[in-house]
């Protein structure tokens, strides 16, 4: 698999992962984008899979679902 595919299935398989990670934690998108500093739209995009952020976005994102960052992209991994 090329660089190129690989990270375009981390990508997408980001968003499915963030969501559930937000359910779980009962916040809404609006309320982890404020948390994240993050607009609404730019979080609501990057659930998406349209976006894909910085890791110091995805750090701040964790930080704001209080999942480690490290679990965090174990999940990820194990999505993709």
């Known amino acids: ?3 190129a595919m690989a990270r375009r299935q ?3 398989a980001l968003g499915p ?3 559930r990670y937000r359910e779980q934690a ?3 998108q ?3 984008a404020h948390a994240a500093d993050l607009t609404v739209a730019s979080y609501a995009a990057i659930e998406r899979g349209k976006v894909a952020p910085g890791w110091w976005t995805v750090r701040q ?3 704001a679902l209080d999942v480690p960052l490290g679990e965090l992209a174990a999940a990820v991994e194990a999505e993709s």
């Open 1 to 3: 698999m090329s660089p």
């Open 10 to 12: 981390i990508d997408t």
């Open 17 to 19: 992962v963030l969501r």
């Open 26 to 28: 009962g916040l809404s």
């Open 30 to 32: 609006e309320k982890t």
């Open 61 to 63: 994102i964790a930080v």
